[in-house]
């Protein structure tokens, strides 16, 4: 790196891989070093953001796949950022495991759901049970029987409760009564 005390014009900005700014005490010239995948990868000056570019690639996974999990009509794409910011701090500063931030993540924002998915098919299947209940007690028989001929008449209405009914032989005037096996 150089530094010019004394310019002779007042430069700054980029010429080929040169670069020139002002500081307090003159021109700073730095000649860029380009990064390239391989010092990247290997250089140890890059360790720290491997790590953190690790960090960050496992965290928009579970951001990823806890918003996949979300019903569509309700995701946003604010709620994907949200989810990998948390994830991401659960597993910087809480030491968290990946499967461990993914069942946080779950049981705070998408359990929710499909408990609710469960609460609403369960109070369908109530309703459908006391609509079924209604409809049967709605349509009701009364069994009449006589004791002497032990025959039955079968009376549907649909207002009426469900009953059985047992009477002796209705008592007719003499001019009506008949002679034979049963009642008229």
Known sequence: MAILRKPLL?????????VIYRLGCGLVLRVLKPHTRKRILKDPRFAEFRKCSKRMAK???????????????FRQYWMYRAFVGEALTMLKDQQMTGEEVMEVLFKTYVEVWYLKEQINEAEEI???RTIDTTRQKNTATVDIR????????RINDHSSNSETVAF???QRPAMFRTVGMGPP
């Open 126 to 128: 109530q309703q459908e």
């Open 10 to 18: 007042p430069l700054g900005g980029r010429y080929d891989n040169v």
């Open 59 to 73: 965290a928009s996974k579970i951001g990823s796949a806890v918003y996949k999990a979300l019903p569509e009509d």
């Open 168 to 170: 002796d032989k209705p």
């Open 146 to 153: 006589w004791k002497q001929h032990n025959e039955t008449i």
